[in-house]
């Protein structure tokens, strides 16, 4: 299976870097992993809703850029359902049944993703109704990814 992480903006932090590329590393045990980074817009601090729509619309555009036909695109929301480990494990091994090798999970950028995208995706999803930095959401995207390969594989690692 293909696993790709579409994600606006480039993460700075190398703690953040450090996680990713473990748990990139403990996934190619299982699948072809892929994080791929879109440039956010800039903006100013504060934004007239018009504005926020034009950012939006453009890093939108950048995802969708990076998105196949066929790939499964699951867009992190965070008004989409709240799933479990298991939850997310069992919807993974579900679209892998069904023939569907390329997921693409999708993190937006501060703002959060635009309409085009929430439209192209098949499923959206959230981990909790916290609001996470997006850069600090593709570790914990990346950890949960792993969680569910170790669970679909019948590892104790989610207990």
């Known amino acids: 299976m293909n696993i790709t992480i579409v994600s606006v903006g480039k993460l700075k932090e190398k703690y953040l ?3 990713i590329d473990e748990y990139a ?7 072809k992993f892929q994080v791929v980074e879109v ?5 100013p601090e504060n934004l007239s809703d018009k504005e926020m729509e034009q950012v939006l619309e453009k890093e939108g555009e ?6 196949k036909d066929g790939d499964v695109v699951v867009a992190m929301a965070i008004e989409g359902d709240l799933v479990s480990s298991k939850q997310l494990a069992k919807e993974m091994d579900t679209f892998a049944l069904h023939g569907k090798s390329s997921m693409v999970f999708v993190i937006g950028g501060s703002l959060g993703l635009s ?3 929430k439209k192209r995706a098949d499923r959206k999803i959230s981990f909790g109704r916290i609001t996470l ?3 600090l959401m593709r570790l914990v995207l990346t950890e949960q990814i792993y969680r569910a390969f170790r ?5 104790a690692y989610h207990k």
């Open 115 to 117: 309409p085009a995208v």
């Open 25 to 31: 590393k403990r996934l190619g045990s299982y699948c």
């Open 17 to 19: 870097k450090q996680g």
């Open 133 to 135: 930095p997006h850069q």
């Open 62 to 67: 950048r995802i969708l850029a990076k998105i």
């Open 39 to 43: 440039p956010d817009e800039k903006a």
């Open 151 to 155: 669970i679909n594989s019948g590892h």
